[in-house]
Structures are given as C-alpha cells and as structure tokens.
C-alpha cells in the first residue's frame, strides 16, 4: 500500500465512527469449517460492512535441532472476517469468523484469550469437520454454545441425538439458526450470552 | 442414520480457564513444525489486542509522522479498533501492533484496553451486552 498520498486510506464512513465515548470492546469468536456460514453470520448481525483482518505467521520446520534458525521458513497468511455492533456509548462488541484451516485460530495470540465466548457453527452435512476445534476450545477453557447451520440438504438429526454425537454436557446450549437472517443470528450470539450468563451466576465453567 | 462422534476434551493441565500468557502450541497430529507469528523489532511490543481501541491524541500527525504513522492517526480520529486499523491499511495484525508501540511511546495515540474473560465473568458487562443485541 501507498502511504505517501495522504488521501487514499480509505476509513470507516462519518456514520461509522464510534463515538469518543467508546471506552471498551469485547469479542466473540465464530468458528467452523469451510462453507458452514461464518461470513454470512458475521454479515448479518455487523453494523459495518464486514472487514477483513490478517496475520503474517511462519511456519519452520524444528524436526532436527541441527536445521534451528535455517530452516526454509514458509510465510502463511491467515485471514480474518469481522464485524462490529454498537453495545452503548460506552461498549463496543466486535465478531470474529474464522476461515482456513483450524490450527491457524489458536496460533493467532489474542484471537481467543480474552473472547467473552465462542459460536461453534455446524453442518449436519460435515459434522466432523468442527470436531477438533471444539476439542480446542474445551482445552483452554473458552465457553461455546453449538449453533446447527440448517442447510437445505442437511440430515435432520432431533437435538438429543447431536448433542450425544457432539459429546456435549447438558449445559452446552445446541440450538438451529438460518445464519443469512440477521434476527436467527442475533438468536445465536443472545443463546451464547445467556449461556455465558448462567455461568458467571454459578460461578463455574464445568 | 447416526451422526459421526466426537469425544470431548477437558481443559489442558496447567491451562488456566482465563486469558493468560499467549498460549504458544506446536503443530498436532504429529506434524512437526512450530508456527509464530513474526515479531516486531526486537519483539518490543506493547500488549495490544485485536479489539483494543486506539484513538489520536490530537487530528493531525506531527511533521515526524512517517506515512504509515500518518495515515494510522488519520484513520484514529474517532476510536477505532486494531483490527479496523489492519483492515484499513492493509497491514498484518502484528505490523500494526508495531506501529501502535511506537505512536504510543510517541504518545500520540490513546490505547483503550478490551475487557477480556474472567474466571468469574462480569455479569453487569453480559447483561450490557444482552441488552445491546435485542435492540438489533
Ligand atoms: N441454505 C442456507 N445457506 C446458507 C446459510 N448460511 C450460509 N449459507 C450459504 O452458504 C455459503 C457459504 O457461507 P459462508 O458464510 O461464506 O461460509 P464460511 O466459509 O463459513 O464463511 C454461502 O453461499 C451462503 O449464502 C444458511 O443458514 N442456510
Ligand atoms: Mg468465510
């Protein structure tokens, strides 16, 4: 990019501009495999056009000690969606959705520490495909609610039977959205903060 | 017909439930590399989130301002987050932690820190929070 021409930086438009009184933003992360809904979600609750964010990471190979430091390193750029909801004049909410391949996400430092929570999206079609990622989750600690991407096509499984495949504990809220409507998908991140809720009252994250 | 299983994890030992020290994991499923994200100039940088909110402290950018320095403050008039910043420059995330770093030992910027997951979360932010989303 050019920085020398002082007018060519697009921002965000007048009406975009948080207020000076924003003091504070929190995060949720949408995660799930490829074509599940995570930009159309993101999109759909966003009060700005959806932007994209990236991050430079290099890969090296550490098989033997005896290549440290010379190793051909790869760069790989992991991208990321985002949007944004006003909360007050105070708060802001912001939305990841995170594509491309899943050991990228817990790599990206600061993607997940600290997120209020997590949205995992599935597809009946490929259920197994957001297995590992909720292994992740459940590994540091990050609380998630399952959100079932109802596709046309998709095999209709009853809640119950999901919710044993997912091996998930009763707690975990599994719940159907259409994530292309806004009112589906602001049912889902309204799931996960009453979820999020129910644990700050008990004090636990088990 | 029955759907595939999964088996769930329970929290790694060791891993505290809450935002903790960058977790730094190696590649799984045997696969051996290790990835990082490219450090800044000596690795000096200062703790920015995705989501922390930087603003200019004044609208113009001193005559010292290089261009990307310049064109940050343009952008940071009003509050804008780290992530907008990217996505506005075109800049990786940790390029523009950089950036952020030397405007704000330059203070000529305001860093206004996200407020992240507790162990015990704050229930008056979630209610905040809820609120905020029934009116969308
Ligand atoms: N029928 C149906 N299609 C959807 C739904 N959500 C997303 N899609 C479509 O699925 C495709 C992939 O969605 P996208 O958001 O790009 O997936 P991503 O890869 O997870 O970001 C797009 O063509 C969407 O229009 C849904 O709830 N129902
Ligand atoms: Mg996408």
Redesign the interface.
């Known amino acids: 990019m050019d920085f020398n021409g002082s007018d060519t930086i697009p921002g965000p438009r007048a009406e975009d501009q948080l207020p000076h009184t924003a003091q504070s933003a929190v995060k949720i992360v949408i995660v799930g495999g490829f074509g599940v809904g995570k930009t159309t979600m993101v999109g759909s609750v966003s009060e700005i056009k959806p932007l994209t964010t990236e991050e430079t990471m290099t890969q090296a190979g550490i098989g033997v000690d005896d290549n440290y430091g010379s190793a051909s390193k790869t760069a790989t750029t992991v991208a990321m969606d985002f949007g944004r909801i006003r909360i007050t004049d105070e708060l802001v909410l912001y939305l990841f959705g995170t594509p491309g391949q899943e050991r990228f996400w817990f790599l990206w430092n600061g993607l997940f520490e600290g997120a209020l929570g997590a949205v995992v999206l599935v597809d009946t079609r490929r259920l197994e495909v957001s297995f590992d990622v909720m292994g992740r989750l459940e590994e540091r600690g990050v609380p998630f609610v399952v959100a079932v991407n109802s596709f046309p096509d998709a095999p209709r499984y009853p809640l119950a039977d999901l919710r044993t495949a997912l091996d998930l504990s009763e707690m975990i809220p599994i719940v159907e959205c259409d994530v292309r409507r806004r009112a589906s998908s602001r049912d889902v991140l309204m799931t996960l903060m009453r979820f999020l809720h129910s644990l700050a009252m008990t004090g636990s994250l088990a | 017909?029955?759907?595939?299983?999964?088996?769930?994890?329970?929290?790694?030992q060791g891993?505290?439930?809450?935002?903790?020290a960058?977790?730094?994991?190696?590649?799984?499923g045997g696969n051996?590399?290790?990835?990082?994200?490219?450090a800044g100039p000596d690795g000096e940088r200062a703790d920015?989130?995705?989501?922390?909110?930087i603003?200019a402290r004044s609208p113009d950018p001193p005559p010292s301002a290089?261009?990307?320095q310049?064109?940050l403050l343009?952008?940071c008039?009003?509050?804008?987050?780290v992530?907008?910043v990217?996505?506005?420059?075109?800049?990786?995330?940790?390029?523009v932690t950089v950036l952020i770093t030397e405007l704000l030992t330059a203070e000529l910027v305001q860093a206004?820190?996200?407020?992240?997951?507790k162990?015990?979360?704050?229930?008056s932010?979630?209610?905040?929070?809820?609120?905020?989303?029934?009116r969308?």
């Open positions: 017909m029955t759907p595939p299983q999964r088996q769930r994890r329970t929290p790694a891993t505290p439930a809450q935002p903790a960058p977790a730094r994991k190696e590649g799984e051996p590399e290790r990835l990082y994200v490219v920015i989130d995705l989501v922390t909110l603003v290089t261009p990307e310049a064109a343009r952008l008039v009003a509050p804008l987050s992530a907008e990217s996505a506005y420059l075109s800049l990786p995330f940790s390029v206004r820190s996200p407020i992240v997951r162990a015990l979360p704050d229930r932010l979630l209610e905040a929070v809820m609120h905020g989303l029934q969308l």
